[in-house]
């Protein structure tokens, strides 16, 4: 049973061009969070999708950035016209539909703007 | 709204000493506790969390916490250290009973152990 994918592992743009982050959760993990790291801090929620829904983005810039999590395929975040100050690692992050709060994380996308 | 201190950032220490990382937390409600610890360029794995029961908990690599309710605490030890366990390692907090589960993060301590 495979663990969280994400791909790609490493991820280099230029100043306005489009990221796209895709994530594929554990085999039976409906749910999918996305969680931002900058250098020298802790992870920081950005949002909380299931199947077809957006849950809560409470942690989501607004502007430039999207998520979804179709009902085939993996979840993606979006960024689009990325500024140097998106430079970070994005964990994804998936759990089963109890709430025992078993969350598995990718190895995550180091995504570097230059 | 919940918050997350790790008093140390960084905390350096001989290989087959004992080591304590620091965890406070702020919550108004109640909480699921959580230690999880980052190697280089890798994903988050979680080391151990407290739902409820005994607040003491023992978790993968020889590493334990205790639950201190009346202190808001959660410090993470291992009597014994080895020099694989240099990594930097997060405490975590959820709120009980909320529908999102969405984790909130301390800054991390990185833990050096020298031989």
């Known amino acids: 049973n495979a663990g969280v994918m994400q791909n790609p592992r490493h991820l280099v743009r230029r100043r306005g061009q489009e990221a796209r982050l895709r994530c594929s959760p554990m085999k039976g993990h409906s749910h999918v969070y996305w969680y931002r790291q900058l250098p020298e801090e802790g992870l920081k929620f950005m949002v909380y999708l299931q199947k077809e829904n957006i849950i809560d983005e409470s942690g989501m810039p607004k502007e430039r950035f999207s998520a979804e999590f179709p009902k085939e395929g993996p979840s993606i975040l979006r960024i689009q016209q990325v500024v140097r100050g998106d430079s970070a690692a994005y964990f994804c992050a998936s759990r089963r539909d109890t709430a025992n709060y078993g969350y598995t994380f990718g190895s995550g996308t180091r995504l570097t703007v230059v | 709204a919940q918050s997350v201190t790790q008093l140390d950032s960084q905390v350096p220490v001989f290989e087959e000493a004992p080591v304590e990382l620091r965890c406070n937390y702020s919550s108004s409600v109640s909480v699921y506790l959580f230690w999880y610890v980052q190697y280089p360029n890798q994903g988050l794995q979680l080391l151990l969390k407290y739902l409820s029961g005994s607040t003491l908990v023992k978790g993968i690599n020889g590493f334990e916490a205790e639950f201190n309710k009346s202190q808001t605490s959660f410090h993470l030890r291992k009597p014994s250290v080895h020099i694989s366990d240099t990594a930097e390692y997060f405490c975590?907090?959820?709120?009980?009973?909320?529908?999102?589960?969405?984790?909130?993060f301390g800054k991390g301590t990185k833990l050096s152990v020298k031989p």
């Open positions: 975590a907090v959820s709120t009980y009973g909320g529908s999102q589960g969405n984790l909130i």
